[in-house]
C-alpha cells in the first residue's frame, strides 16, 4: 500500500475500534440495565469490578477493531476479501449455511483456545483476568487480557478471505457474536426455561451452562454449541446463578 493507503487504512481501523466500543458499552449497557430492573440488587457490592471489566474490555475494542476495520477498507477499496452484495451471486441456501458454517468454525477454534487457557500457566499468564469477575456481569463479555482477545480477533476477519459471504450474513455473525457474548455472563437467563431444559437447550451454549463455567472452571468450554464439550466430555450440564430469587 502507497502512504495514502496505509493512513486510510489505520483511520478506517481507528473507526472500527470506536463501533466496537460503543457496541460494547451499548449492548452490555441494556442487558445490565435489564438485569437490574428485574433483579435490584444484581450488581451490588460489584463497582470495582465492573470498572475493571469495561478497562480490560475497551482494550479488547482495540485489539478486535484494528483488523476488522483494516480488513473492511481492504474490501471496499482493494477487493481482498470474498464479500459479496448481490444476493444472486450465489445460491440464496448459502447464506444460512455459511452462517452456520462459520459459527462452527469459530465456536470449535474457541472451544480449543479456551480449553488451553485453562492451563495452569497459561491460565495463570492471561485467562485469569477474564475469571478475576466472580460473578461474571454484562460488562465482562469482552473483559480479556490483550493475549486473550488477540487468539479471537482474527477468526472473522480471516473467514472473509477463505469463505465467500454475504454482508448480511457477516453482520448477522458479528451481531451473534455481541449478544451471546453479553448474555452469557450477565448472569441471569434470557432465554424461555423450555428452550434452555429442552432438546434445544442441549446442544446450545446459553448463560445457565455458561455460568457452571465460571463457578467449576475446567468443564462447559464452548461459545455457541455444546457439541465439544458433549464430545470431549467436559459439558458438565447447567449452573445457578448466585443472587436471590434465581
Known sequence: MQGNGILAAGIAGLAMVAIVALRYLATSGLFAWLGERRWPELHRGLGP?????????LLSAVIYGLPAGIVAW?????????IYRDASAYPLWWMPVSFLLCLFIHDTWFYWTHRWMHEPRVFRAIHAVHHDSRPPTAWAAMSFHPGEALTGAFVIPALVFVLPLHIGVVMALLLTMTLMGVSNHMGWEMFPRWLVHGRAGRWLI?????????????????????FWDRLCGTDKGLGTFRRSGS
Do not use: K, M, P, V
Request: charge should be positive; include cysteine.
Open 49 to 57: 469490578q465492573i470498572r475493571r471489566e469495561i478497562g480490560w474490555s
Open 74 to 82: 481492504g474490501w471496499q477499496n482493494r477487493g481482498w476479501t470474498q
Open 206 to 226: 446459553t448463560a445457565t451452562h455458561h455460568q457452571l463455567h465460571h463457578d467449576r472452571y475446567q468443564c462447559n468450554y464452548g461459545l455457541y454449541f455444546r
